[in-house]
């Protein structure tokens, strides 16, 4: 599909059913109740704010979304800095249009939006040969742990993308996530 057609926009309060509708059709019968109630608790928790929640939208009609949630990294030192910091979770796409590119351009041009409002850092715990197209890498070996210790295995899929200049150095620590997504079963296989 030519990317081209599609428009990333901010979601709207209108786009919410599209929304779950989506990621039911994108993770299916097994994981999309799950995913499905995960972003609608986001959506609806304050410790979430800021939220960030992009739609891909093709001949009006929602085929793509993804949502990021403020996090915090509680600092392994006594630095006082705050970061700014968002993890990017969930990302779907409809089902019939994966593998199309739609979810690339999404990432990319939510991380512009992101950058330009100020965000620093963003997590995501996902498949690495995804998310290195987009700058992420490991973040644990940056000494910025996941919420959750992440088996030995799937290391590499916590990952970090810097989107201001040297932030990945000016923070170390725990990242704690919304009260929605701070529960383990979330990030374990």
Partial sequence: MNTDAIQVRPARSDDRDPILALHLDAFGDDEGPVIVRLVEEMLDDPT????????????????????????TIEPASDSSDVANAQILAPLAVTRDLQGEGIGTH???????????????????????NYYSRFGFVPAGARGLQAPYPIPEQNVDAWMVVELQADAIESFNGEVKCCRALDQQKYWVE
Wanted: net charge positive; charged share 15%; no cysteine.
């Fill in 106 to 128: 999404l990432v990319n041009e939510a991380l512009k939006q992101l950058s330009a409002a100020g965000v620093q850092l963003v997590f995501v715990l996902g498949y690495p």
């Fill in 48 to 71: 979430a704010d800021p939220t960030y929640s992009f739609v891909a939208e093709s001949k009006k009609k929602v085929v793509g979304h993804v949502l990021f949630t403020s996090v």
